[in-house]
């Protein structure tokens, strides 16, 4: 299984990016899809979760501001990240859980200008 993220770059603050993740090869189905992100010297975070059903749920810093969204016939996670800040810079890995193992993408730089 491959997870291919895309849509990262240099934006502005105050703009929009689009993330993407399809998930690739073997998988019977897929359980909960997730962003986290990590900003140089700091640890790993959660930023947003979505499940098989379309629930979703948001890290404080993001809830207003991110959507997670999903396409199961494509095995792909979306997050629209809108108003970004400064603080938004990191890189954005996806993570996909099925019944079995938990894959993570190889991540995408996400960087805003102030």
């Known amino acids: 299984v491959q997870l291919q993220a895309s849509g990262g770059g240099l934006v502005q603050a105050g703009g929009s990016l689009r993330l993407s993740c399809a998930a690739s090869?073997?998988?019977?189905?897929?359980?909960?899809m997730g962003w986290y992100r990590q900003a140089p010297g700091e640890e790993r975070e959660w930023v947003a979760a979505?499940?098989?059903?379309?629930?979703?749920n948001y890290a404080d810093s993001v809830k207003g501001r991110f959507t997670i969204s999903r396409d199961n016939a494509k095995n792909t996670v979306y997050l629209q990240m809108n108003s970004l800040k400064p603080e938004d810079t990191a890189v954005y890995y996806c993570?996909?859980?099925?019944?079995?193992?938990?894959?993570w993408g190889e991540g995408t730089q996400v960087t805003v200008s102030s």
């Open positions: 993570k996909v859980n099925t019944p079995r193992v938990n894959y």
């Open positions: 979505i499940t098989s059903g379309g629930s979703t």
């Open positions: 090869g073997s998988i019977l189905s897929i359980n909960d």
